[in-house]
């Protein structure tokens, strides 16, 4: 248990994972706090509309799984004790919303189902399904086990609270200058690739504490000596790509990737990340729409807003290739002191997203299958991301065309 004038690291960190009851307390209503004031920028919004697309999913869908989700595996979960060991489909109490399991358990259905309750209603449920998980929590055992539940809400809220910004950036929803300006990323000045020497890793997660299931289980794995970005490839070096005539060349992309590429010639067009609106090759100004608000972006900031494919085409054209997954998170465990920086962007890696040998599914059994074998691995984190959620071993993942998410990448030597 830390001491409290260590709690804000602890809410700060992916400490929070070894939390006791005291901080999670603390933590989960700190995630409920940041979901309420995202949801009320949706609500004060003008000309708003909660209609799904590639870009963001339903907002009210969001906030009532949100809800949902804490619900399901806490107040009406009578195993909840049992932590992993929790049977997915033992029976459970009845939900406060009668029809809470026909609106919220489905992340794909339609956005408006009939009786859904609206932002209003929301709230009120967030608030009170809160205050019945805390006081559940100050009686459960102080044990992995016993916390199970109570980590994993407070980390799918956080991760749902990023998806909710991602809509407010596809919605061009405006938040407040320093809202805009703590979603930054930094610029860095240009570093040397770091030479990582062969080793034998120890990747994945291991207890004590709490593991989303697919980071388990630890294992040994021998990573070949490797070339690596000290940083993420920033709009100065992306800029130089599309000067060449990176968008066109379709000896550049994979197959699938110039598909894609060419499906959006025949809509939107394609001559830059997403929501990128200037890209000046001769003078190198970048301008991408932040919030509702057209912005300089510096050259010595990571490139974000990009497909897997398009990072991709970028390494074949700068004779380089993305990491695997084992090196990024080698690097992030071994050469922070060397300058390597991440956090500001998710990254992509060249890995497709697979179980690790010998991978037991966790109870929430949806969240990990239903992206083993199609998407891809993506490390690190960004501005928007919890920063208790930036721990070196969590692993993200998302389908190739991907290009909501505030991800970027960095590259490999061949």
Not at 240 to 247: A, I, R, S, T
Not at 256 to 278: F, K, N
Not at 398 to 407: G, K, N, Q
């Amino acid at each position: 248990m830390p001491a409290l004038s260590d709690t804000r690291q602890w809410l700060a960190t992916p400490l929070v994972r070894h939390a006791g009851r005291e901080v999670l307390s603390l933590a989960l209503m700190d995630a409920r706090n940041h979901t309420l004031r995202l949801m009320e920028v949706f609500e004060q919004a003008q000309g708003w509309s909660d209609v799904p697309s590639a870009q963001c999913p339903s907002v009210t869908g969001l906030l009532g799984r949100i809800a949902w989700f804490q619900e399901r595996w806490i107040l009406r979960n009578l195993q909840r004790h049992l932590g992993a060991r929790c049977e997915p489909d033992a029976p459970r109490l009845a939900p406060l919303q009668p029809e809470a399991d026909a609106w919220w358990e489905d992340p794909n259905e339609p956005a408006m189902l009939s009786g859904r309750p609206g932002l209003a209603d929301l709230r009120a449920d967030l608030l009170q399904i809160l205050e019945s998980t805390l006081d559940l929590l100050a009686l459960a055992p102080e044990t992995d086990e016993g916390l199970y539940f109570f980590r994993l809400a407070l980390h799918h809220e956080d991760l749902q609270g990023e998806r909710l910004l991602q809509c407010m950036q596809a919605a061009g929803l405006r938040l407040a200058r320093d809202g805009v300006q703590a979603l930054t990323p930094r610029a860095f000045a240009p570093r040397e690739p770091l030479l990582l020497p062969a080793t034998r890793a120890r990747l994945g997660s291991e207890g004590p504490g709490f593991a989303f299931d697919n980071e388990q289980p630890a294992h040994s794995l021998s990573v070949p000596e490797f070339e690596i970005d000290a940083q993420a490839v920033s709009w100065g070096q992306f800029v130089e790509f599309v000067d060449d005539g990176g968008y066109d060349r379709q000896d550049l992309w994979l197959p699938a990737g110039w598909a894609w590429l060419q499906a959006l010639a025949q809509g939107e067009g394609r001559r830059g990340p997403r929501y990128v609106e200037q890209l000046g090759a001769a003078s190198g100004a970048v301008t991408q729409v932040r919030f509702g608000q057209a912005t300089r972006q510096a050259a010595g900031q990571p490139v974000m807003h990009l497909s897997w494919w398009e990072a991709d085409a970028w390494c074949r054209w700068a004779g380089r290739r993305l990491p695997f997954e084992s090196e990024w998170e080698v690097a992030a465990l071994n050469a922070s002191g060397r300058g390597f920086t991440w956090g500001d962007v998710w990254e992509w890696t060249t890995s497709s997203f697979f179980p690790y040998e010998g991978f037991v599914s966790g109870p929430d059994a949806a969240y990990s299958q239903s992206g083993f074998g199609r998407t891809k691995v993506l490390r690190g984190g960004s501005r928007a991301s919890a920063a208790r959620l930036k721990s070196p071993r969590f692993r993200n993942f998302a389908p190739p065309e991907a290009d909501a998410l505030f991800c970027g990448f960095r590259s490999c030597a061949l």
